[in-house]
């Protein structure tokens, strides 16, 4: 079982580092090779933690397959992730596996059902899960609650996430939650630039000035808020050239999902 579990751990790191094109495939042959495993073992045991590594690699993939675009797809596979976690009994692996699917509906523009999904999630994990996914869980919170409409909601939503983080953010019990604190102020920044807040852009400069090296996905979605924010200013010359650079970052992950945020953005210029 470690053996599986030790794939899933090596086919995220490359995800974050190269971007999901890299590993996408590897990763959906990973999740049948579990699926099949788990129609031939009887043990309760044996079954409980096929699925823990079931629902943490579909989750994965279904986040990879959204990046692509393939919105439906990603949908189901997080349904699967879903299944997967409640058989394993872990309420981690399943709340992470409904917040992600939240995401797959605000792609689709149905933000007041992602936000009953994302709540949801909070409430199979009450307080039986680390501080880290309990962050995690309002900050996502906080993204549907501003594409709903809710800047109050949302703000509190953010406060809420800022008094989970741990002080020292470690994520050897949630290794599928990639978060610590520049990974919030970015999120923070991104849900207020959502918002149309003036102080978004100040919050996203200042993530921008701390940003990891290996965290290609991540960086290109900075520079898209940081257009987005500087095109709601009316600064179209330092939109483009965030965009430029979002967009050169996004091809290199193949995340067609970054794309198509950023054409949105730049169609603000026009």
């Known amino acids: 079982m470690s053996g599986l579990q030790q794939q899933v751990d090596g086919l995220r790191r490359l995800d974050q580092q190269l971007g999901s094109q890299m590993v996408i495939e590897q990763t959906g042959t990973l999740v049948t ?7 031939h073992v009887i043990s309760e045991t044996e079954r409980q933690q096929l699925a823990g590594v079931l629902a943490d690699v579909a989750a994965l993939h279904g986040w990879q397959v959204l990046n692509s ?9 997080h349904d699967l992730a879903k299944t997967a976690g409640r058989e394993s009994g872990d309420p981690a692996l399943l709340s992470h596996a409904m917040g992600e ?9 149905r933000p007041e059902l992602a936000l009953q999904l994302v709540q949801a999630a909070r409430s199979a994990a009450g307080s ?7 962050a995690w869980l309002h900050a996502a919170e906080a993204e549907a609650l501003a594409a709903t409409g809710d800047p109050v909601g949302c703000r509190e939503a953010l406060r809420l996430a800022e008094q ?9 019990a949630v290794p599928y939650v990639s978060l610590d604190d520049w990974q919030l102020a970015r999120w923070r920044g991104n849900v207020l630039a959502g918002l149309g ?11 921008l000035g701390r940003t990891p090296g290996m965290s290609v996905r991540a960086t290109a979605s900075l520079h898209c808020d940081v257009a987005q924010s500087y095109a709601a200013r009316g600064e179209r010359v330092s939109s483009l050239e965030h965009a430029r650079v979002a967009r050169d970052l996004a091809r290199r992950t193949g995340s067609i999902r970054q ?12």
């Open 101 to 109: 699917q939240a995401y797959d509906l605000l792609d689709v523009e």
């Open 128 to 134: 039986k899960v680390p501080g880290l996914l309990g």
């Open 259 to 270: 794309l198509r945020r950023i054409d949105r953005v730049t169609r603000l210029l026009a």
């Open 69 to 77: 675009g393939d919105t439906s797809r990603a949908w189901r596979l």
């Open 164 to 172: 989970a983080m741990p002080a020292e953010p470690d994520n050897s």
């Open 197 to 207: 807040d003036s102080g978004a852009l100040d919050a996203l400069l200042s993530a």
């Open 33 to 39: 090779t579990v699926r099949d495993l788990m129609s």
